[in-house]
């Protein structure tokens, strides 16, 4: 598993896919969240804004990322 630092109280979903590296652009993150590639501790979740907190597990195909602050 895969660990993101993040400065603040929560990330956008998106934002911490393009982070992790886990897709490429913007675009690529509002596609694979809307057709319900994602998880978010263990749920889909196909809002792309959705607010993620430390301590949140994201998911995208088979790679798990946690988020973290500093």
Known sequence: MEII???DDF???GQALKLAGLVES???AK???QEGFVKVN???EV???KKIHPGDVIELDG???KIETR
């Open 42 to 44: 263990g749920e889909v």
């Open 5 to 7: 630092t993040i400065r």
């Open 11 to 13: 990330i956008k979903l």
């Open 63 to 65: 790679t798990q990322i």
């Open 47 to 49: 809002q792309r804004g």
């Open 31 to 33: 596609i694979r969240i």
């Open 26 to 28: 913007g675009v690529d």
